[in-house]
């Protein structure tokens, strides 16, 4: 019999949720190992069954931007119980979110809620195909966008070919309008518009990609996406579930100084909670049920507690100097961890924007997915345990980005960058 908690409670949760977990990566089947069952969260830290305190750098992946139990949230979130949990009726919340929302996000003129990032991408890719009348869509390979069946595709052989689905239970059929194209390669997306063109409903694009670690789409290859949109006929939709309002208060569209025509977000806009968006235009947005013909519906969305949680997230994320602190922190942690891997001769590339971070060990900075994909699993286990073992917890694959929260501090940085500094040694 295993004598740590978080062993024995994975050994219960494997008989009962295939794997032990309701989301994969979370079963640590990169790395190795026993996921940690979490007990409790405050600041940036939570503490596993054992006990054990870890300084979380994944913060729900992305929501948690103001850190755990952020005391303006949590009485935000315990007033709104009180009042009811769900109604399945339209509340003045919902009208509240909307507005904080659309007055960040000047590229939105309607929004409309609901219940999951994957949900969100999964509508507004409808929405895209409804409001043009085409069925062909543009993705980029790394870029993830829920787990909808469209857009579970990675490219097929040769270039701007239509993919094959990554998941069984996917029929090729369900794909097979479903373009997929390398992140930051303008000549396949010159090659794809050139032959598809008139055929094409949307781009949708992971502005700044946080699924493949962090990777930028480069200004220029951001600008020729909207360019191309634009002179076809096609909608650009950036995938903002983890930027939005996580890089910067205007997501990456704010960044890169680009204007999408559909946004879809997620994850910091419920603060912790299960709420998602999208939106756009009002004359596009307009297609949506019950006023177009394009059908959405969900019996959640835009719940009473999640939208109080979100509405509370906001307001103190929207607070002056919030991101110009936050991004000052990230950097810190970014540059300091880059000196620490220069000092012990390790190969090392990171970059942040905002609160979002990613780091690789390798010489310089991948620009697309396949490039990530080259380091050194083994490598990257030897850090990721490391630094589990001194109380650190990043995400358990070095394909996804990490998250920096206000309730880190300055000791929090410290102490991961001397964990790392302790493994670049010894390996
Ligand atoms: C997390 C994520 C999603 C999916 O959101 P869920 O709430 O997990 O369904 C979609 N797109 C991007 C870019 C994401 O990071």
New binding site residues.
Partial sequence: MPDNPNDILFERARAVIPGGVNSPVRAFRAVGGTPRFVQRAQGAYFWDAAGQRYIDYIGS??PMILGHGHPAVVEAVQRAVIDGFSFGAPTEREIELAEAILALLPSMEMIRLVS????A?MSALRLARGATGRKYIIKFEG?????ADALLVKAGSGLATFGNPTSAGVPPEVVQHTLVLEYNNLAQLEEAFTLHGQEIAGLMI?AIA??MNFVRASAAFAKRCRELCTQHGALLIF?E??TGFRVGLHGAQGVLDVRPDLT?L??VIGGGMPL?AFGGPRAIMEQLAPLGPVYQAGTLSGNPVATACGLATLKEIAKPGFYESLAAKTRSLVDGLKSAAAAEGQPFSADSEGGMFGFFLLNELPQNYATVMTTDGASFNRLFHGLLDRGVYIAPALYEAGFVSAAHCDDDIAATIEAARQIFRKS
């Fill in positions: 992946w992305g999951s990032g994957t949900e991408a870029c993830y966008h829920g787990h992971e946080g699924n995938d579930v983890m879809v997620g994850k998602a």
